[in-house]
Nanobody, 124 residues
Framework: QVQLVESGGGLVQAGGSLRLSCAASGRTFSDYAMGWFRQAPGKEREFVAV????????YYADSVKGRFTISTDNAQNTVYLQMNSLKPEDTAVYYC?????????????????WGQGTQVTVSS
């Protein structure tokens, strides 16, 4: 099993940037599709981005396409979410998740392992 720990959240003004990190330990990191999801107060958890296994293809929600970039560093067993041009509607708790041998699914039900989440707040 892989364990996940997110970091990098915080408070930023609209138009600013943040980079989230998710450090993985345990089972081989490269066997997993790695996804980012978010959950705002009173809303359901929603897909943000994923990098698939194998081939490391990337997919994004329409709401973040062109602003967010997902990437991995296999040497560091870490997945990143670079978030630029942030908007107040991006405010949420952001979670990373792992899907063993995953193809890049957008459904949270496919992911077996989750981090504890990191808060991102974008002020207007």
């Amino acid at each position: 099993q892989v364990q996940l720990v997110e970091s990098g959240g915080g408070l930023v003004q609209a138009g600013g940037s943040l980079r989230l990190s998710c450090a993985a330990s345990g089972r081989t990191f490269s066997d997993y599709a790695m996804g980012w999801f978010r959950q705002a107060p009173g809303k359901e958890r929603e897909f943000v981005a994923v990098i698939s296994w194998p081939g490391r293809s990337t997919y994004y929600a329409d709401s973040v396409k062109g602003r967010f970039t997902i990437s991995t560093d296999n040497a560091q067993n870490t997945v990143y979410l670079q978030m630029n041009s942030l908007k107040p509607e991006d405010t949420a708790v952001y979670y990373c998740a792992a899907d063993l041998y995953g193809a890049g699914d957008r459904s949270s039900a496919k992911y077996e392992r989750w981090g504890q989440g990191t808060q991102v707040t974008v002020s207007s």
